[in-house]
């Protein structure tokens, strides 16, 4: 079956140090995205990408970059971890060419920083 | 003021109730209207969807959407503890044809007693 996997699942860091959470899908979407879930916030978008090459800013992208360099993977990277960024991070893909936009979810990476 | 409001509850009921949920939303443009629920430490799954204003009923649950107010529900009927979960109302606009972007809302978290 086609799936989503985010790793690692739980991540402790300390303030300053570069963290890269992992991405990785078998749907063959060209649509991927990466959400953090906060209380009191629910989802928001920190980046997204519609195909290999293509990344965009979100709500919240002060932080963080993604790279796209092929159909299979979106690794999202804190380039200097800070408290703020302590959060349940969700990477999610669409099929461009489904009529709804439904997102598909992996089980989320939690990272805490120190 | 967010674009997307949703009460977060939390929300806890007798097996068998009647469940209302509910958002509220300012952007006009949204025209993709869903419901995703997200069992504790899982990602968000996709529960209805409807395109522009009505409902729609599948089983149990049934979604409605009321353009003019602006306002989103989703009802459960006969809840069960399974039923226990975080809701979360997403919604999109199309700018281009399949590169649809979700905005949620903060998710309500509800609990069915038995």
């Known amino acids: 079956d086609a799936e989503i996997t985010q790793s690692p699942r739980h991540k402790i860091t300390e303030t300053g140090r570069q963290v890269t959470l992992a991405c990785h899908q078998t749907?063959?979407?060209?649509?991927m995205f990466w959400y953090r879930q906060d209380l009191g916030h629910g989802l928001r978008l920190i980046h997204y990408?519609?195909?290999?090459?293509?990344?965009n800013k979100g709500e919240v992208s002060d932080g963080y970059s993604v790279s796209r360099s092929n159909t299979e993977d979106l690794p999202l990277t804190l380039e200097s971890a800070a408290s703020s960024q302590t959060s349940v991070y969700f990477c999610?893909?669409?099929?461009?060419?489904?009529?709804?936009?439904?997102?598909?979810f992996g089980e989320g990476s939690r990272l805490t920083v120190l | 003021q967010k674009e997307v409001e949703q009460d977060p509850g939390p929300l806890s009921v007798p097996e068998g109730a009647i469940v209302s949920l509910n958002c509220t939303y300012s952007?006009?443009?949204?025209?993709?209207f869903m419901w995703y629920r997200q069992y504790s430490r899982k990602g968000p799954e996709l529960l209805m969807y409807?395109?522009?204003?009505g409902n729609k009923e599948d089983g149990r649950f049934t979604a409605q959407v009321d353009k003019s107010s602006k306002y989103i529900s989703l009802f459960i009927r006969d809840s069960q503890p399974s039923d226990s979960a975080t809701y979360l109302c997403?919604?999109?606009?199309?700018?281009?044809?399949?590169?649809?972007?979700?905005?949620f809302g903060q998710g309500t978290r509800l609990t069915i007693n038995p």
């Open positions: 997403a919604m999109s606009a199309v700018e281009v044809v399949g590169a649809q972007k979700l905005v």
């Open positions: 999610a893909s669409s099929d461009p060419s489904g009529s709804t936009g439904e997102l598909f």
């Open positions: 952007n006009s443009a949204f025209q993709y």
């Open positions: 749907w063959n979407h060209n649509n």
């Open positions: 409807t395109y522009s204003s």
């Open positions: 990408s519609y195909g290999v090459q293509d990344t």
